[in-house]
């Protein structure tokens, strides 16, 4: 490494924030650079630790310690090289990836880990400003036709894979512009959106085209795509929530978390909402659910003025550290201060909500809730619960936004109509090897075939679902594999 003695000498050192009282006044980022001579310190950093734990605790399998001491040299072009070789998004994952790669930093045994994620988010932003990011079409193209329905991390990575070695590629997107989760599911405070146009500007100069307000099996035929496309890519996300069925559900004022965070990006791009506003100005917001999703709620109610914001999960508080069920390199599932908690929200966990109380115009005016205590098995997982007696209280409340994940993608309309297989959790079944469907022309890739997951993970999986149609379409790929790298 360019400093072997570098995790000795400096301390990790986050980037300045904007002060919490005056960012909630904007939806615009507010995290600052790194100066140049800090940006070298935390690459120095990298320990020459032999085996690189943070390469396989990331989905991409990204080349870790050498873009680091790319860093370190000041060869930009070359860290930038090595970052793009296996992430094709690095501006997005650089704002919002939870960095499963630091968890398994070897540094962070006993030391704050590396700064991975933000020396990530500064190769590519340099990369940026210095010109070395291109559009690169292909010399030849193949002939190969291939559809991508969803334009987010999976569809997105996907078609830039596809692309890249000549096929041609039509993204759908149901939306009015292209982006999915990156484009409505993620406040513009975490990821503005101009960051997202960038990226897909320079895919469509690369030949992607790109079809908005396309809805595959509703105002697209999908008899038309099966016959004009070699190869499909299903990439359209888990995008059903889990509700919460209990009395009271109807009450004017309970919402899906995501309906209130894609209105405010609407809001944000000065795009027409076309339901009833869901505003959290000058109400009792109560956020359920305990992930980044309501975490995001949070931030959105504060900066719409919110009287109050509380967010509840029935789960018990995680650990600060890690302990004997979360040995390092695994992910540890560590209680998680974000800088949506820090503008203001109150947190608790082991809450259950029993019921919505309306008033008599139906207007939500309060939650009923109860304490439980849970049962810890051996293996530290919680699995039962039972109220703590006593504990039954209403609370005040006029919105409440429901942040409890999602269970599956939408299966009326394309799904349905194709008529592909789901799995026992009602994902379209695929395989992780092939990402082949049971129609073999049709692949999966991301949410829609794993589940919820991480924005990392969707953009591996478009990335390696396209090895595969490549494969199909051609008999073999050029792409390679995150197992097998190579890089400038």
């Known amino acids: 490494?360019?400093?072997?003695?570098?995790?000795?000498?400096?301390?990790?050192?986050?980037?300045?924030?904007?002060?919490?009282?005056?960012?909630?006044?904007?939806?615009?980022?507010?995290?600052?650079?790194?100066?140049?001579?800090?940006?070298?310190?935390?690459?120095a950093r990298c320990m020459d630790c032999g085996v690189p734990f943070c390469q396989s605790g990331c989905p991409l399998g990204n080349v870790i310690p050498e873009f680091n001491d790319a860093v370190y040299q000041e060869k930009w072009e070359l860290a930038t090289n090595i970052l793009l070789s296996t992430n094709n998004f690095p501006e997005f994952t650089g704002r919002i990836c939870p960095a499963p790669c630091?968890?398994?930093?070897?540094?962070?045994?006993?030391?704050?880990?590396?700064?991975?994620?933000?020396?990530?988010?500064?190769?590519?932003?340099?990369?940026?400003?210095?010109?070395?990011?291109?559009?690169?079409?292909?010399?030849?193209?193949?002939?190969?036709?291939?559809?991508?329905?969803?334009?987010?991390?999976?569809?997105?990575?996907?078609?830039?894979?596809?692309?890249?070695?000549?096929?041609?590629?039509?993204?759908f997107e149901r939306d009015d512009t292209p982006?999915?989760?990156?484009?409505?599911?993620?406040?513009?405070?975490?990821?503005?959106?101009?960051?997202?146009?960038?990226?897909?500007?320079?895919?469509?100069?690369?030949?992607?085209?790109?079809?908005?307000?396309?809805?595959?099996?509703?105002?697209?035929?999908?008899?038309?795509?099966?016959?004009?496309?070699?190869?499909?890519?299903?990439?359209?996300?888990?995008?059903?929530?889990?509700?919460?069925?209990?009395?009271g559900r109807s009450a004017k004022g309970v919402h899906f978390a995501m309906d209130f965070l894609k209105q405010q990006n609407k809001r944000v791009a000065s795009r027409a909402v076309e339901a009833e506003d869901i505003m959290a100005t000058g109400k009792n917001v109560i956020v359920i659910g305990g992930g980044d999703t309501g975490s995001d709620c949070i931030g959105t109610s504060n900066r719409h003025g919110a009287k109050s914001v509380t967010q509840f999960e029935i789960?018990?508080?995680?650990?600060q550290v890690r302990n004997d069920h979360m040995p390092w390199p695994n992910y540890p599932m560590l209680l998680k201060n974000t800088s949506s908690h820090e503008e203001g929200a109150q947190r608790a966990w082991s809450v259950n909500t029993k019921n919505f109380i309306a008033d008599d115009k139906g207007n939500l005016k309060a939650l009923k809730v109860v304490d439980v205590e849970w049962e810890i098995d051996a293996n530290g997982r919680p699995v039962t619960f039972k109220e703590v007696a006593g504990t039954e209280r209403d609370l005040p409340c006029e919105l409440v936004l429901l942040a409890m994940g999602f269970l599956h993608?939408?299966?009326e309309g394309l799904i349905e109509k194709l008529?592909?297989?789901?799995?026992?959790?009602?994902?379209?079944?695929?395989?992780?090897?092939?990402?082949?469907?049971?129609?073999?022309?049709?692949?999966?890739?991301?949410?829609?075939?794993?589940?919820?997951?991480?924005?990392?993970?969707?953009?591996?999986?478009?990335?390696?679902?396209?090895?595969?149609?490549?494969?199909?379409?051609?008999?073999?790929?050029?792409?390679?594999?995150?197992?097998?790298?190579?890089?400038?």
């Open 1 to 43: 490494m360019g400093k072997v003695t570098g995790f000795q000498e400096y301390d990790r050192v986050a980037p300045t924030r904007e002060a919490a009282a005056t960012r909630v006044k904007h939806y615009g980022e507010f995290l600052n650079s790194l100066p140049p001579q800090e940006l070298n310190n935390q690459a």
């Open 102 to 171: 630091e968890s398994a930093c070897v540094l962070g045994i006993n030391r704050p880990p590396v700064s991975i994620e933000e020396i990530e988010k500064h190769i590519i932003e340099i990369a940026f400003e210095k010109g070395f990011i291109k559009a690169k079409a292909p010399l030849i193209r193949t002939g190969k036709k291939v559809a991508v329905i969803g334009s987010g991390p999976a569809g997105l990575a996907a078609a830039a894979q596809l692309n890249k070695v000549g096929h041609e590629v039509t993204v």
């Open 179 to 247: 982006g999915g989760l990156l484009r409505y599911g993620i406040p513009d405070f975490k990821l503005q959106k101009n960051v997202v146009d960038r990226r897909i500007d320079l895919m469509k100069e690369e030949g992607i085209i790109f079809k908005c307000n396309a809805n595959v099996g509703e105002n697209v035929e999908i008899g038309t795509l099966l016959r004009d496309f070699n190869a499909i890519v299903l990439a359209g996300g888990s995008t059903i929530p889990r509700d919460l069925p209990i009395d």
């Open 315 to 319: 789960m018990p508080m995680p650990p």
């Open 409 to 411: 993608p939408q299966k």
């Open 419 to 488: 008529g592909v297989e789901l799995d026992n959790r009602g994902n379209v079944k695929a395989s992780e090897y092939t990402y082949q469907t049971n129609i073999a022309k049709i692949f999966a890739a991301g949410d829609v075939r794993r589940g919820q997951s991480l924005v990392v993970w969707a953009i591996s999986e478009g990335r390696e679902a396209a090895r595969k149609v490549d494969e199909y379409l051609m008999g073999a790929t050029k792409l390679a594999s995150k197992d097998a790298v190579a890089y400038a």
